[in-house]
C-alpha cells in the first residue's frame, strides 16, 4: 500500500487515495486562473472593441465559450471532482473503487478541456451555450463520465458505512443528471467530423438545450457545490450541520423542482405558453429549497461566528453561501414573466449569473482550497495573510461587477423600451445606448480584474505552501480525521 | 464528525425513514433520485412532439445551398452570443425590429440561433432591411456602415472559400434530421451555391464591390438576408400586421 504522505489514513485503517484529490486540486487552480483570464479578456472586448486584435480566432464569439467553459467545467468541475474524491473516501471510510478509473477520469477529463481550448478559438462550436463542444468531444464526454460514474458508484458499493450522508446524495444527483442532460441534448447527426445538426428543430431545439442549461446551472454549479458546502462548511466551522431534516426537505425540492425552471430562459419566445408558464412557476418555487440550504449552511456556523473573524477558510465560505442565497433570490424574481420582460438580453443576466459563479461557486472554492491545500500536503499555509487579502479582493470585485452589471442591465432594458410622447422609440438608434453602457463595461473589466488577481494569489500562495518546508508542528495540519 | 449529526424530537421519526429507505441503501437512492430528476424534463419536452408543441406551417421553407453555409459561418463566429433573433411580442420591440417572431419561423433552424443577449440588436428580421453591398462593408469594418459600433471586423471572410462537398455534407445531415430536402437539390448543391452566389456577386458589382460567388462572406449574406423573410410574407398573406 501507499505509504507516502498522499495517502490519509482513516480510523477504520482504510488507506485513502490523496494523490488523485491533489492532481484534481492542481488543476482547478490552474484552470481557474486561465478561465478567468479570458473572462477578463473579453471583458475588455466589450469596453475596447480593438481588443479584439482582428483575427479570427480572438474574437469575442469564439473566445466567449472559452471562458464559459473553462469557468464551469475546468475550474468549477475540477474543485467538484477535488471534493468528491476526498469527502467520499473519507465518507464512506474506504478508498476510491479502482485507483486506475480515477486516473482515466482525471486525464480524460483535462484532455476534454484542452480539446476545448483548441476548437474553440478555431470557430468549431455547436452554438449550445455550455454545451458548444463538437460531437467528437461530446463522446469523449461521455465515455470520461462513465468512468467516473463507475467508480463513483462502485466506491458507494464498497463503502463501510451504511448510511450514505447528506454530501453524497448531492454528488449522486451531480453524476446521474449530468449524464442524463448531456446525452439529451446532444443528439445530433453529423455532417462532419467537425460538424453536426441537432435532431431537434427551432422552439424544441431551444427548449431542450434551455432545459440543459439551466440545469447545467442547477446540476453542476449547484448540487455538487452544496455537497462540498455539507463537508467542508461543518468541517472548518468543526461544528455538525444545523438540520438533518432541514437538508432530507430540500435536496428532494431542490432536485425535482430545478429540472422544470428551464423554459424561464424562453419567455415571450414562440415556446409554447402552457410550457413558459410551468418555467416560471417552478422557478420562483425554487426559491424554497434554495433557501433551506442556504440556511442549512448559515446555521451551521451558529456558536463558531466569532471564528469567521479571523478564519480565511470560514470568510470565503460564509460569502459564498450568503452569495448562493442571494442570487437564488434573484433568479426566481427574474423569471417571474414581467420582470423578464425587462431583464432577459441585458447585462442584468450577467450580473446574475456572476453573482452565482463568482460568488457562490468561485467563493465556495477557494475556501475549499485554502481548507484542504495545508491538510493534503501537511503543511502550514505560507501566507495566511495573503488569503485575507485575497478574500477582499475577491469580494470587491464581485460587488463591483454585479453593481455594474445590476446599473447597465436596468439602463439598456429601460431605453430599449422606452416610447417617446409621440408614441415612438425613446432611444431609435441602437448604437446610443451600447455606447451608454461603456463605464459600466469598464467598471465590470475593474471587477474581474480584481477577482483574477485575487485567484493568482491563491495560485501563488499553494505553490508556496507546497514547495515549502514540511510542517514542523502537527496541529497546524492535523491529520485528518476519517469524516 | 458531520454524518453524526444529533438529531431529535419529531426529527428523529422523520429521519429514520429517510435514513433507512435511502440512505442505507444506494441502489433505491439512486434510482428515486433519477425519478425525481426525470419528472419535469418529460412533462415540458415530450409534448413538443404532439400538437401541443410548437406550431408548424407550410408558409417556411429549408434553408438553400448557400444559406446553410452562411448559417454554418454565423454558428462558427458565434455571432448568436451578440445578437438575437427573437422578436419578443412587445411594442417597443415591434417597432424597432418589426414583427414579433412566431414558433414556426424556426422550423428549419437546426440549431435554433434565438440567442440570449443584445449586445447588438435583434437579426430576426434582418433580410432584405440592408443592401448585400451594406453587409459586406458592415463585415469588412463595421465601423464604416455603424459609426460607433463595437463589433470586431469580419474581413477574413471576404477571402475565405466555402466548399461545395462539406455544404452537401450539410445538408445530407439536415436531411437526416428531417430537413425536406429533395433528391435533386442534393444532387445540385453546386449548381445552386453558384446560382444564388452568382446573384449576390452581381448586386455587389453593381455597387462597386468585386468578389466571387464562394466567398465565405457571399454565403453569411445569403443567409443574412433570408433571416425574417418567410415570417414575413407568411404573416402579409394572412393579413397580420405585427
Known amino acids: 500500500m501507499q505509504t507516502s504522505a498522499s495517502a490519509g489514513i482513516g480510523a477504520h485503517g482504510a488507506v485513502y487515495d490523496d494523490d488523485i484529490v491533489k492532481k484534481f486540486l492542481i488543476a482547478t487552480v490552474a484552470w481557474g486562473v486561465v478561465g478567468m483570464l479570458v473572462g477578463v479578456i473579453i471583458a475588455l472586448q466589450l469596453a475596447w472593441w480593438p481588443a479584439n486584435l482582428g483575427l479570427p480566432w480572438t474574437t469575442f464569439g469564439r473566445l466567449r465559450p472559452l471562458h464559459t467553459n473553462a469557468v464551469i467545467f475546468a475550474f468549477a468541475g475540477n474543485i467538484c471532482f477535488t471534493g468528491i474524491y476526498y469527502s467520499m473516501q473519507r465518507l464512506l471510510k474506504t478508498r476510491m473503487w479502482s485507483d486506475a478509473l480515477s486516473k482515466i477520469h482525471f486525464w480524460g477529463w483535462q484532455l476534454i478541456i484542452v480539446s476545448a481550448a483548441v476548437t474553440f478559438p478555431l470557430g468549431l462550436t455547436q452554438s449550445r451555450e455550455y454545451a458548444e463542444l463538437i460531437w467528437p468531444i461530446d463522446i469523449a464526454i461521455t465515455l470520461i463520465w462513465v468512468v467516473f460514474a463507475i467508480n463513483f458508484f462502485g466506491t458507494i458499493a464498497i463503502r463501510n458505512v451504511k448510511h450514505i450522508y447528506v454530501a453524497i446524495w448531492f454528488y449522486m444527483s451531480f453524476v446521474i443528471t449530468i449524464a442524463v442532460l448531456h446525452i439529451v441534448n446532444n443528439l445530433a447527426v453529423p455532417a462532419t467530423f467537425l460538424r453536426s445538426y441537432p435532431v431537434y428543430s427551432g422552439m424544441t431545439d431551444a427548449l431542450v438545450q434551455w432545459w440543459y442549461g439551466h440545469n447545467a446551472v442547477g446540476f453542476f454549479l449547484t448540487t455538487p457545490f452544496l455537497g462540498l458546502m455539507y463537508y467542508f462548511l461543518p468541517k472548518a466551522a468543526e461544528r455538525p450541520i444545523y438540520s438533518y431534516r432541514l437538508s432530507i426537505i430540500h435536496f428532494w425540492g431542490l432536485i425535482f423542482l430545478y429540472i422544470w425552471a428551464g423554459p424561464h430562459h424562453l419567455l415571450y419566445s414562440g415556446l409554447p405558453d402552457w410550457a413558459q408558464t410551468l418555467g416560471m412557476v417552478f422557478s420562483i418555487m425554487l426559491l424554497a429549497p434554495s433557501w433551506g440550504g442556504m440556511l442549512n449552511g448559515l446555521l451551521t456556523l451558529r456558536g463558531a461566528w466569532e471564528r469567521v473573524r479571523t478564519d480565511p477558510v470560514l470568510k470565503f465560505m460564509v460569502v459564498a453561501v450568503s452569495f448562493y442565497g442571494m442570487s437564488t433570490f434573484e433568479g426566481p424574481m427574474m423569471s417571474i414573466r414581467g420582470v423578464n420582460g425587462l431583464a432577459h438580453f441585458t447585462n442584468w443576466v450577467i450580473g446574475h449569473v456572476h453573482s452565482g459563479a463568482l460568488g457562490w461557486n468561485g467563493m465556495m472554492t477557494f475556501g475549499v482550497l485554502y481548507w484542504l491545500v495545508p491538510r493534503l500536503w501537511n503543511k502550514p499555509l505560507a501566507r495566511p495573510a495573503m488569503a485575507t487579502q485575497h478574500f477582499w479582493l475577491a469580494t470587491i470585485g464581485i460587488v463591483l461587477y454585479t453593481v455594474a452589471m445590476w446599473a447597465a442591465g436596468l439602463m439598456e432594458g429601460l431605453q430599449w423600451r422606452a416610447i417617446g410622447d409621440g408614441g415612438q422609440l425613446a432611444n431609435p438608434i441602437f448604437i446610443d445606448i451600447v455606447h451608454r453602457l461603456e463605464p459600466f463595461y469598464w467598471l465590470r473589466l475593474l471587477g474581474g480584474f480584481l477577482y483574477l488577481v485575487g485567484a493568482v494569489m491563491a495560485a501563488y500562495n499553494f505553490w508556496k505552501t507546497i514547495r515549502g518546508p514540511e510542517s514542523l508542528s502537527t496541529d497546524v495540519a492535523a491529520p485528518v480525521p476519517a469524516t | ?242
Request: hydrophobic share 40%.
Open chain 2, 1 to 242: 464528525m458531520a454524518d453524526e449529526t444529533k438529531h431529535h424530537g419529531s426529527e428523529k421519526k422523520y429521519g429514520q425513514f429517510h435514513r433507512r429507505v435511502f440512505e442505507a441503501n444506494a441502489v433505491n437512492f439512486a434510482v428515486w433520485a433519477t425519478i425525481a430528476i426525470l419528472i419535469g424534463g418529460i412533462v415540458e419536452i415530450v409534448p413538443m412532439f404532439t400538437p401541443a408543441g410548437p406550431e408548424i406551417s407550410p408558409d417556411v421553407t429549408p434553408y438553400t445551398a448557400l444559406e446553410v453555409a452562411g448559417r454554418d459561418i454565423y454558428v462558427s463566429e458565434g455571432c448568436y452570443l451578440c445578437h438575437s433573433q427573437w422578436v419578443r411580442p412587445m411594442r417597443a420591440e415591434i417597432l424597432r425590429y418589426g414583427p414579433w417572431s412566431r414558433a414556426w419561423e424556426y422550423q428549419y433552424d437546426r440549431p435554433f440561433q434565438l440567442g440570449s443577449r443584445r449586445i447588438g440588436p435583434d437579426l430576426h428580421r434582418v433580410g432584405n432591411k440592408y443592401p448585400d453591398a451594406w453587409h459586406y462593408e458592415h463585415m469588412r469594418d463595421p465601423r464604416s456602415t455603424s459609426p460607433g459600433s463595437i463589433m470586431p471586423s469580419y474581413a477574413w471572410l471576404l477571402t475565405k472559400r466555402i466548399d461545395p462537398a462539406d455544404v452537401e455534407a450539410s445538408m445530407v445531415a439536415l436531411r437526416k434530421t428531417g430537413t425536406p430536402y429533395s433528391d435533386e437539390e442534393i444532387a445540385s448543391v453546386e449548381q445552386s451555391l453558384a446560382a444564388q452566389g452568382g446573384e449576390i456577386v452581381g448586386r455587389l458589382q453593381v455597387a462597386g464591390i468585386e468578389s466571387e460567388p464562394d466567398r465565405a462572406i457571399v454565403a453569411l449574406i445569403a443567409y443574412l438576408q433570408r433571416l425574417g423573410v418567410d415570417g414575413r410574407a407568411a404573416l402579409q398573406k394572412r393579413g397580420v400586421e405585427y
